[in-house]
């Protein structure tokens, strides 16, 4: 892991280009640049904003539960995707099927 992958999402964005978003839509495509970068643990601190809002919701909750699948949570990841489907990202049940196939322990409540 190199250095900005231990910052904070803020931080690692103060850092590099000097300035944090200041809407929901701003912090949705922080998030997806994380997401190129592999580093899930700092899309999952963007998408805080984005989840909160209609227009962003159904994105940022799909890069939600493939970041939490990445850092193994596969209970988070579970309830991530199961919100997922829900929002309209029909293609997410896949995943979540393959989740609880993997996963046998794992229930949805």
């Given at each position: ?37 592999r ?7 963007c998408?805080?904003p984005a ?7 159904k994105?940022a ?16 990841a579970l ?16 995943c979540l099927?393959?989740?609880?196939m ?8």
């Amino acid at each position: 892991m190199d250095a900005s992958t231990k910052l904070s999402a803020r931080d690692s964005l103060i850092q590099t280009i000097g300035f944090v978003p200041k809407d929901p839509i701003g912090w949705l495509y922080c998030a997806r640049g994380f997401y190129k970068l592999r580093q899930y643990h700092q899309v999952i601190e963007c998408l805080t904003p984005a989840l909160r809002n209609d227009r962003t919701k159904k994105e940022a909750q799909h890069l939600l539960a493939f970041s939490f699948l990445h850092t193994l949570q596969p209970e988070a990841a579970l309830g991530a995707f199961f919100k997922s489907v829900v929002l309209g990202n029909d293609t997410d049940w896949q995943c979540l099927v393959e989740l609880l196939m993997d996963n046998p322990k794992l229930k949805l409540t």
